[in-house]
């Protein structure tokens, strides 16, 4: 029983790929796997801006598109992610060997990372809104728990290589895991054919009652955000922080699938924040006063709580 449960599938599987893809462009797209000359603290610092704006506005914009133009939602958008999330790592292997081109290839890698990763998870979260409430919760659940060892995978094969494989192996593997499970969705569905601008008052409920909870989520991701802000001088913090990413997603996984399988329970994001904002903030505080060492453990811990938090915000 236990095994059937854990057992992957295309929509599993293809989203914890995406999601390992996705750490590794956390600090920069393939930057984690190329030398540390070309990670300085200026490039990384416009690297994060831009795709962090890029990131946000395509959030934004599929808000704006849903409510105007909800005829997109019927089509099969799925095959946009991959070319346009290729298109940013192949732009930031480039400056490898066209250095005087750096911050325009970087501006351009960081836009297209930003739209495409954004892309891809609102196509794998229309995907398990689409399926049945057991099914969608359990794949995207057991998606973030297989992030995990995906992701040691990708960083145990060499940097030479694994550079050039996320374009142009894992992010079109991650497309075509999308693509396949994308095939059964039912399009006849109501949720693809209602129209928000008819039932306004349901989408203000929805958004009072959820308002909150993503504040609460988005008050985590910014305090781990500034924690990878002071960072950026040293890049290979990131790949500290990613494992302790990974591993939250990993253990959260965990958690959740038995909890979900031998209790009934209810997660209030409002009260845990309540909970831990004390200590988080307290924490956040102490940054400029301790030594490097905090700062990692304080950034990976946030950042493995950010990944619990948002795991928790797409179930809901």
């Known amino acids: 029983m236990v095994f059937q449960v854990l057992r992957p599938n295309t929509a599993s599987l293809g989203f914890g790929l995406f999601l390992a893809i996705h750490a590794s462009s956390v600090w920069g797209g393939a930057f984690p796997l190329l030398p540390l000359t070309l990670q300085t603290f200026d490039v990384m610092t416009l690297f994060a801006i831009v795709e962090c704006l890029a990131f946000s506005l395509t959030f934004f914009a599929s808000m704006a598109f849903s409510l105007y133009c909800p005829n997109l939602m019927?089509?099969?958008t799925a095959v946009l992610c991959g070319p346009i999330m290729c298109l940013g790592s192949i732009c930031l292997i480039a400056p490898l060997y066209a250095t005087e081109w750096l911050i325009g290839l970087v501006v351009i890698g960081a836009i297209c990372l930003g739209v495409g990763s954004a892309t891809f998870f609102l196509s794998w979260q229309r995907l398990f809104a689409s399926q049945s409430a057991e099914r969608g919760t359990l794949d995207l659940v057991l998606?973030?728990?297989y992030s995990a060892p995906l992701y040691f995978v990708l960083h145990a094969i060499p940097k030479a290589v694994a550079a050039y494989t996320i374009p142009f192996i894992f992010i079109p593997l991650a497309e075509v895991c999308l693509i396949d499970a994308s095939k059964h969705i039912d399009f006849?569905?109501?949720m693809f054919f209602d129209d928000p601008r008819q039932h306004k008052h349901v989408?203000?409920?929805?958004?009072s009652f959820s308002w909150?909870?993503?504040?609460c989520v988005g008050g985590i991701g910014f305090a781990s955000g500034i924690a990878r802000a002071v960072?950026?001088?040293?890049?290979?913090?990131g790949i500290f922080v990613n494992y302790a990413s990974m591993t939250g997603a990993?253990?959260?996984a965990i958690a959740l699938v038995w909890l979900w399988r031998h209790y009934t329970f209810r997660f209030d994001t409002v009260l845990a924040f309540r909970t831990v904002f004390p200590a988080v903030i307290t924490a956040f505080l102490l940054v400029p006063y301790l030594d490097s060492f905090?700062?990692?453990i304080f950034a990976g811990i946030m950042y493995a709580v950010f990944t619990f938090a948002t795991m928790i915000m797409m179930v809901q």
């Open 74 to 76: 019927r089509h099969r």
């Open 231 to 237: 960072a950026l001088e040293d890049p290979a913090m």
């Open 188 to 190: 006849e569905q109501p």
């Open 250 to 252: 990993l253990l959260s």
């Open 143 to 145: 998606g973030m728990g």
């Open 203 to 207: 989408y203000r409920h929805v958004v």
């Open 294 to 296: 905090y700062l990692r």
């Open 212 to 215: 909150r909870s993503a504040l």
